[in-house]
């Protein structure tokens, strides 16, 4: 299971981490995702991290966000700087261990 935490509420040009903490399974193997999905738009992948800790972002947020991931806590990371309103969304970390797994959500709201 994956239990994502660290949403609000925050000033354009503010900060936020996101954290997702996994359990039940061999975290260090998995890849893990971050998506988002604003209202009325669909769920887009907003960043990858390997195993290996290779690094995949989209382009609207490039340079601005940054994944990460510390095995010994079995967590992933969004650091996410440099915050726009169009930042605003449900957050969701995913992986794929024997089947899909999504975290249940977290809220980013960025006030203009």
């Known amino acids: 299971q994956l239990q994502a935490c660290g949403g609000g509420l925050v000033q354009a040009g503010g900060s936020l981490r996101l954290s997702c903490k996994a359990t039940?399974?061999?975290?260090?193997?998995?890849?893990m995702d971050w998506y988002r999905q604003a209202p009325g738009n669909q769920r887009e992948l907003v960043a990858t991290?390997?195993?290996?800790?290779?690094?995949n972002y989209a382009d609207s947020v490039k340079g601005r966000f940054t994944i990460s991931r510390d095995n010994a806590r079995r967590t992933v990371y969004l650091q996410m700087n440099g915050l726009k309103p169009e930042d605003t969304a449900v957050y969701y970390c995913?992986?794929?261990?024997?089947?899909?797994?999504w975290g249940q959500g977290t809220l980013v709201t960025v006030s203009s």
């Open positions: 039940g399974m061999n975290f260090k193997i998995v890849t």
């Open positions: 995913k992986t794929f261990w024997r089947q899909e797994w």
């Open positions: 991290i390997t195993s290996s800790g290779s690094t």
